[in-house]
């Protein structure tokens, strides 16, 4: 490869820093407009008017700005005739993202101080704004977030977010507007209130919706169902009442639905069946009664977490595990639940993580096969009408611990492999006395649906006529 001359190399250069250092470097690197820096500058003050923001960042905040303060180039077209060319280099700068309240070091927003205002420029002067952060701002002093529906504000917003803010209060109607680019609307531990408006159907790109830890009331709208691209959804902790809507059965890519701590009445919907991509649902401490656990949970086979708990469902555990295999957690505690615990959900749960039945009606021995929960970490069985020998090893229940809550169950009793002594009893083992000869059933092989296990509830005789009935129940299977 041929070398530059070394005499015609120095001039190349030369020439070419001459040509770069003629170049109007506002061009190629658009200042933020003074009236847009200003904003910044007082909705920065209004955050926290303790600290020097003007003195600290000086310069144009576009290019050097508080974390927290995101800004963005916008290339212009040129109409030539019929075409739209479009520009090589940026013409203008905005600021697109202002994210206030200490998170973590890692996201190191400016800090708000307990005196921190609502600045009105935050809704007026950022035109180009995607994302408005709010974490722990007002906690103290009361903030009226205005009316914002009917303005322009947020035409590009894609995400409003207010977390940990119980001196902010406004109506939610008043908040929902021109919001078409939505994707997330995050407005949790605040004081708004009111009912949803039918208007929220607008936001057709929602993607998640959390309004948890609110006051808001009424019922749920029907245009609810027309975000169809909502994956998370959740309402959790308000004071919403009334049946729910059968067309919720038509967010069919939902992956999360919270409804829990509200007051939802009547019978859980069975169009719910539809949400076939539902992997947490929590229907929890609402006033669903009388209709039992739903069945149609057993045709949802993605469902990794259900809670149903404080709910007065009533009837027995249904046989619906088979196909939800991939279940983690089971919450139904005090829903008034009678009958036997089946033993399929030994079978079939067998990445069962957390499992709690506590404050029912339950009777009948705890199932053999719940030995087989390898990754079980808590079981709260209380407060039922459980009896006969638990089936948990010493070792099974050293690794749950404090966990293995059993309380409550005066006829449950534990095998001699525990001891005798308190030291040997620990946490709800303390209650327990140890069983008799008889309350210890003989282990046999247990067929259901062509699963085998070597755990039964079924008790057979010791006696030699018994176990030849055994051999014989064997050769068959």
């Not at 009226?144 to 590009?156: D, E, K, Q, T």
């Not at 159907?201 to 019922?219: Q, Y």
């Not at 998370?232 to 919720?248: A, E, T």
């Not at 259900?306 to 009837?315: A, D, F, K």
Request: glycine share 8%; with cysteine; hydrophobic share 40%.
């Amino acid at each position: 490869m041929a070398a530059f001359p070394s005499s015609g190399f120095p001039v190349i250069f030369l020439l070419l820093v001459t040509f770069l250092s003629s170049l109007d470097v506002s061009q190629q690197q658009p200042l933020l407009d003074s009236a847009e820096q200003e904003s910044v500058y007082e909705v920065l003050s209004s955050i926290n008017s303790a600290i020097s923001w003007r003195t600290l960042f000086p310069d144009d905040l576009c290019l050097s700005a508080p974390h927290g303060v995101v800004c963005d180039y916008f290339f212009e077209e040129a109409n030539s005739g019929n075409l739209s060319v479009s520009t090589t280099l940026p013409q203008t700068v905005h600021v697109t993202e202002l994210s206030f309240g200490y998170v973590s070091d890692y996201t190191p927003n400016p800090p708000c101080s307990p005196n921190s205002t609502l600045n009105s420029l935050l809704f007026t002067s950022f035109k180009y704004l995607r994302k408005l952060f709010f974490y722990k701002c007002f906690t103290e002093t009361p903030v009226v977030l205005p009316n914002i529906s009917s303005s322009s504000f947020g035409a590009g917003l894609q995400e409003l977010v207010f977390v940990e803010n119980p001196a902010l209060v406004g109506s939610l109607s008043d908040i929902v507007g021109n919001f078409s680019n939505m994707r997330r609307l995050v407005l949790t531990g605040n004081g708004v209130y009111g009912s949803i408006p039918d208007e929220i159907g607008n936001l057709v790109n929602m993607e998640e919706m959390t309004l948890s830890r609110n006051h808001l009331t009424g019922s749920l709208p029907s245009s609810l169902a027309k975000l169809k691209k909502l994956k998370i959804l959740d309402f959790s902790q308000n004071h919403f009442d009334g049946n729910l809507p059968v067309s919720i059965g038509n967010l069919s890519e939902i992956l999360k639905l919270d409804l829990s701590y509200n007051g939802f009445i009547g019978k859980i919907p069975y169009s719910m069946v539809n949400l076939q991509s539902l992997e947490f649902l929590d229907l929890s401490f609402n006033s669903f009664g009388n209709f039992g656990v739903p069945l149609f949970l057993g045709q949802m086979p993605r469902l990794r977490e259900v809670y149903l708990s404080g709910n007065l469902l009533g009837g027995h555990i249904p046989q619906i595990w088979e196909n939800l295999g991939g279940i983690s957690g089971i919450g139904f505690s005090d829903m008034g639940l009678v009958g036997k615990i089946p033993a399929s959900m030994g079978v079939y749960l067998r990445n069962l993580c957390y499992l709690r039945l506590d404050n029912n009606k339950l009777e009948g021995k705890v199932p053999e096969e719940f030995a087989l929960l390898e990754f079980v970490n808590e079981i709260n069985l209380e407060n039922n009408k459980l009896s006969g020998r638990i089936p948990f090893s010493s070792k099974f229940t050293a690794k749950v611990g404090e966990k293995l809550k059993l309380k409550g169950n005066s006829e449950l009793c534990i095998g001699e492999d525990f001891g005798s002594g308190k030291k040997s009893k620990k946490g709800s083992l303390q209650n327990l006395k140890l069983c008799n000869k008889t309350d210890i059933p003989n282990p046999v092989l247990y067929k259901e649906n062509n699963f085998v296990s070597s755990f039964s509830s079924v008790q057979v005789s010791s006696s030699p006529f018994g176990l030849l009935i055994l051999g014989f129940l064997y050769l068959l299977w």
